[in-house]
């Protein structure tokens, strides 16, 4: 039986699930068209200007088992058990960890998308060509968008800046943690703007950052896999993908549609516990035992509000928000804490197979699940 297990994806469930996996001595290759690891959390301050590089190499951060292949996948044969990549090479694989992540999602003309790397270096280089007065608007309510804004607006006092939301910014958190958030933009002088908005008609704007959510790539579609409405990988409860027994999901690429999972939002602390416990089913696979069903939870959500102010909103397990929140330099300093502790927790598992671990998920009804049988 081929045991070689194939990431695609280098996120943060990519990294996640490849070295559970070679730390427990299975051949891994990970195929990501990125030479290095990209921090996303820090794209708003590589944005900004005030972070000089939001990457890191992979090399400090994988297992010394994982096979790093610069390549992208075009699709992916499930009845042949194959992927095929951009530079035309075929890989075989015994297991698949599909982990492509998101940031294709489709930008207006003349917008730049600083949730991806490519578009947060163009709009680094747009926004330090700014003369005084020249306005920036940031379109999103979300985390993203909140974080672009507050990071742009104090490292550019000079340019006026409006963040455009459709609805209340941050909508998941309590009224009260939502107005200290809105009083910290208020201080770093930014005007927030709520209602539907066309990105094409900001003729006061000469630079448009579009953080209006997320993308995800159609691989899974184009190679026909289930799929949701999004083009995001259908999996169960243990993040098998349906009807198949060797192909497994994780990140924002991938969803879970068994009942009980729509808590799980699109980010790094969904996505790492979900490259975890895809590798952990693959292993418990290999052994011929039955696979745990995913159960991941939430703390809470910190929000970077420049490198001096910040935002947290403590959570249920279920991502609903509780009546504390903490606001100002400590919410910073918690927010830097636990950007940095992620490299921390990825090289941990680096170093030792199941070293990771994650707060539970809210309570569910058990499912059953059964090992997994092999054509």
């Given at each position: 039986m081929d045991t070689t297990a194939v990431v695609l994806g280098?996120?943060?469930?990519?990294?996640?699930?490849?070295?559970?996996?070679?730390?427990?001595?299975?051949?891994?290759?990970?195929?990501?068209?990125?030479?290095?690891?990209?921090?996303?959390?820090?794209?708003?301050?590589?944005?900004?200007?005030?972070?000089?590089?939001?990457?890191?190499?992979?090399?400090?951060?994988?297992?010394?088992?994982?096979?790093?292949?610069?390549?992208?996948?075009?699709?992916?044969?499930?009845?042949?058990?194959?992927?095929?990549?951009?530079?035309?090479?075929?890989l075989d694989y015994g297991y698949l960890v599909y982990a492509v992540g998101s940031g294709e999602s489709r930008v207006p003309r003349g917008a730049l998308a600083p949730d991806r790397l490519s578009g947060a270096a163009e709009a680094r280089a747009r926004l330090s060509r700014l003369a005084p007065g020249e306005r920036i608007a940031v379109v999103g309510g979300g985390l993203t968008a909140v974080e672009v804004a507050a990071e742009t607006a104090r490292a550019y006092p000079e340019n006026p800046l409006t963040l455009y939301s459709a609805g209340a910014p941050v909508p998941h958190f309590s009224a009260g943690a939502r107005a200290g958030l809105l009083r910290s933009l208020h201080r770093a002088g930014i005007r927030v703007r709520t209602g539907?908005?066309?990105?094409?008609?900001?003729?006061?704007?000469?630079?448009?950052?579009?953080?209006?959510?997320?993308?995800?790539?159609?691989?899974?579609?184009?190679?026909?896999?289930?799929?949701?409405?999004?083009?995001?990988?259908?999996v169960d409860a243990t993040l098998r993908v349906h009807g198949q027994d060797r192909i497994f999901g994780a990140?924002?690429?991938?969803?879970?549609?068994?009942?009980?999972?729509?808590?799980?939002?699109?980010?790094?602390?969904?996505?790492?516990?979900?490259?975890?416990?895809?590798?952990?089913?693959?292993?418990?696979?290999?052994?011929?035992?039955?696979?745990?069903?995913?159960?991941?939870?939430?703390l809470g959500q910190c929000?970077?509000?420049?490198?001096?102010?910040?935002?947290?909103?403590?959570?249920?397990?279920?991502?609903?928000?509780?009546?504390?929140?903490?606001?100002?330099?400590?919410?910073a300093v918690l927010k830097e804490v636990i950007c940095r502790m992620t490299l921390r927790w990825i090289r941990g598992e680096a170093t030792k197979s199941g070293a990771y671990t994650w707060p539970a998920g809210p309570t569910m009804t058990p499912q059953p699940t059964a090992p997994a049988v092999w054509s």
């Open positions: 280098g996120g943060y469930a990519g990294v996640m699930a490849a070295n559970r996996l070679a730390g427990q001595g299975h051949p891994v290759r990970l195929v990501t068209p990125e030479e290095r690891f990209t921090q996303r959390i820090r794209l708003h301050e590589y944005t900004a200007g005030t972070r000089a590089d939001p990457t890191v190499g992979y090399a400090t951060l994988l297992n010394p088992g994982v096979q790093v292949l610069t390549d992208r996948a075009e699709a992916v044969s499930a009845a042949a058990r194959t992927v095929h990549l951009a530079s035309g090479d075929r539907t908005v066309d990105p094409e008609r900001l003729p006061e704007a000469t630079v448009v950052l579009w953080c209006a959510g997320f993308g995800v790539p159609q691989l899974a579609a184009r190679s026909g896999l289930p799929v949701d409405a999004d083009g995001r990988l259908a990140g924002d690429a991938a969803v879970i549609t068994d009942p009980g999972y729509g808590y799980l939002p699109m980010t790094c602390a969904s996505a790492m516990p979900m490259g975890a416990e895809a590798a952990g089913n693959i292993l418990r696979s290999a052994a011929g035992t039955p696979l745990a069903s995913h159960n991941s939870g939430f929000v970077s509000l420049g490198r001096r102010d910040g935002a947290v909103q403590f959570l249920t397990a279920g991502y609903t928000p509780r009546s504390f929140h903490l606001h100002g330099r400590s919410a």
